[in-house]
């Protein structure tokens, strides 16, 4: 079963997708088995991480922040404004997709682990996932 | 088939899960397939990388703690000790899923490829994986 | 089905794979399904990136060598050369391997989105990959 997600976005940040994703799974009525999630933006991306604790996820963007700064002098891509390239690197430094078991009709995450997209772009949009959920 | 596997760390560093992950696809007996390696943690991830040489491994530990230091004073995330926060952004950079290709009954690795549990905690623990192998 | 598909790269940079990859879609006649790619090295490793624009592609390999320099003196695996473990650290940085469902036998990237091999070493080689394509 392959499907897609639309995920609005309106700002920079970490969006949860845990339960959209539970529910396709739980719909699928599939046992045990393999979900792939793939994001369709190369200036958005994909995490596994914390899902208590706004504070481990303050760090996050933060930390991306510092480490590909906007505005970089450096880039020569800037057709896209000045979130653009730092939107590309922080994608790649991140998931474009992820694949997770299926165990008992749930996704086998870990007691602490949730789903995220994360968007690196300053104006939110909406972003498109294509999922893969089999036996 | 979906599986799990326990990998026991005591500090931080790499472990070698390569030979586990080999035994399982043997007993398989699948052909041809896919196997795809989940970690359930967001504190230690997933990484293949060059399976001799403990130089490049010695490297790779030094050059994540240049990157992403412990008790960085602008993380506010501290609940979890000074190794906590930098054990998520490191797992962010690196993986939480792989999928391999199976050919022959053997995983598709290259010659110099072993894939690696990488324990981000100062005090190793049991580290679950959930894996899953089709034909 | 499990195939292999080999890159002749010739220097440092990005090889965009994706038309390879949509001939090998179309030539497996599934409809719907799930591509996994997978590269056999630890010095060259897989991206999906903005597929137009050279100056986004320029400034992705200029941040790569900013962020993981060469000839570090922190480096003690050396064995390899001055290009040798930048390129492992480059490689752990991004992905060795992707999954890519398949929608209406075409892989269901987004508009702006292709598949690049990352070649990290300063002489280029021939790249093996291992590309498993399923219903």
Redesign the interface.
């Known amino acids: 079963?392959?499907t897609t997600l639309d995920i609005h976005t309106h700002k920079q940040g970490l969006y949860d997708i845990t339960s959209y994703l539970r529910t396709l799974v739980h719909g699928s009525e599939i046992e045990?088995?393999?979900c792939?999630v793939?994001i369709?933006?190369?200036t958005a991306s994909l995490?596994?991480?914390?899902n208590s604790?706004a504070?481990?996820q303050?760090?996050?963007e933060?930390?991306a922040q510092?480490?590909?700064p906007e505005k970089d002098p450096?880039?020569?891509?800037?057709?896209e404004g000045p979130d653009g390239?730092s939107a590309?690197?922080r994608?790649?430094?991140?998931?474009?997709?992820?694949?997770?078991?299926?165990?008992n009709n749930e996704l086998?995450?870990?007691d602490?682990?949730g789903i995220f997209v994360w968007e690196h772009r300053r104006v939110g949009t909406s972003r498109?996932l294509?999922?893969?959920i089999?036996p």
Not at 47 to 50: N, P
Not at 74 to 79: D, F, K
């Open positions: 079963m392959v045990n088995g393999l792939t793939f369709q933006h190369t995490i596994v991480q914390e604790g504070s481990a303050f760090d996050l933060h930390w510092r480490l590909v450096a880039y020569t891509h800037t057709v390239m590309h690197l994608s790649v430094l991140t998931n474009t997709s992820l694949s997770i078991p299926v165990m086998a995450l870990g602490r682990q498109h294509a999922i893969d089999r």
